[in-house]
């Protein structure tokens, strides 16, 4: 048994044993464990843990995780596509969560969606522009009613990441393009953010005598911004319609000239291989009429 000589306010030398488990705590807490792991490990009380690592002079880990990348805010085509799927698909939110006594802010960034390929190309993003992962989870719903679809549910709750997504202006009814990929000449920052706009709102219409890949928005100005960034990219589409079957008014436009949905194709795309696949399977056909024709 290791013995410490600590000297009181009033002169006097008082002896202290040490815990024979000093070096195991200070591993393990150094490995990356909490310091409540720790005593779950150990069989000890997270009370003494932390009384351990307070007489070791051991700075306990702040509960809140950083951003390991620090270049984070640079507009990366990474960067693009996540404020594309924020002004779609993509929820961040600001709730408060409850442990015994303890009320705690939540900072949560969350994207739902059915398809994996779409949930992966998000993650990937993430991964690129803050050097952190997502947690990935899979729920089946369709047990629960045949006609809803199971999804894929990516959440990042890093208060680092809430702060900076929230400096520009998602949700649904208002969101816009941010700032510096509507000023942005770069070409494939423009279509990083349309990829990530259209892999959330974007469909592929097939009628009889018709092919076309639309958007709808009850946010007209956002849309119209989504417009513009297509205009830059040498992509034509229709004038601005409104839907009034619904409560709220539905704008949409579509691309439907076959030129502009090759020029789509090559420079946005999708990263939903099923959506990808219908327009390359049209543009297939369009190509074997125009030689049957020119035969």
């Known amino acids: 048994m290791v013995i410490k000589l600590i000297t009181r306010s009033d002169g006097f030398k008082q002896k202290y044993n040490?815990?024979?488990?000093?070096?195991?705590?200070?591993?393990?807490?150094?490995?990356?464990?909490?310091?409540?792991?720790?005593?779950?490990?150990?069989?000890?009380?997270?009370?003494?843990?932390?009384?351990?690592?307070?007489?070791?002079?051991?700075?306990?880990?702040?509960?809140?995780?950083?951003?390991?990348?620090?270049?984070?805010?640079?507009?990366?085509?990474?960067?693009?596509?996540?404020?594309?799927?924020?002004?779609?698909?993509?929820?961040?939110?600001?709730?408060?969560?409850?442990?015994?006594?303890?009320?705690?802010?939540?900072?949560?960034?969350?994207?739902?969606?059915?398809?994996?390929?779409?949930?992966?190309?998000?993650?990937n993003s993430i991964k690129k522009t803050y050097g952190i992962v997502p947690l990935l989870y899979y729920k089946e719903r369709n047990k629960i009613n045949p006609k809803w679809s199971n999804i894929w549910i990516a959440k990042i709750s890093r208060k680092e990441v809430y702060n900076d997504l929230s400096n520009y202006q998602f949700g649904t009814k208002n969101w816009r393009v941010p700032i510096e990929v509507i000023n942005s000449s770069n070409d494939n920052i423009i279509s990083s953010f349309l990829k990530g706009y259209y892999d959330s709102e974007g469909s592929v219409l097939i009628g009889p005598r018709s092919f076309s890949i639309s958007i709808h928005s009850i946010n007209y100005s956002g849309l119209n911004e989504v417009k513009l960034l297509l205009k830059k990219l040498g992509i034509n589409s229709s004038k601005m319609m409104t839907d009034k079957r619904y409560f709220n008014h539905v704008f949409h436009f579509a691309i439907c000239n076959k030129n502009d949905i090759k020029t789509f194709l090559n420079k946005v795309g999708f990263s939903i291989k099923r959506k990808y696949k219908k327009i390359k399977v049209y543009l297939n056909e369009q190509q074997h009429k125009t030689l049957g024709n020119s035969a």
């Open 18 to 123: 040490l815990s024979p488990l000093r070096p195991k705590i200070k591993e393990l807490y150094h490995q990356g464990l909490s310091s409540r792991k720790v005593g779950e490990k150990l069989n000890i009380s997270h009370v003494r843990v932390l009384k351990i690592l307070e007489n070791e002079n051991i700075k306990r880990r702040t509960i809140i995780k950083t951003i390991t990348n620090k270049n984070f805010k640079k507009l990366t085509k990474h960067r693009a596509y996540i404020f594309g799927v924020m002004c779609g698909d993509g929820c961040i939110h600001l709730g408060k969560g409850r442990k015994k006594n303890w009320e705690y802010q939540i900072y949560n960034i969350n994207l739902s969606v059915k398809d994996k390929d779409f949930i992966d190309k998000f993650v």
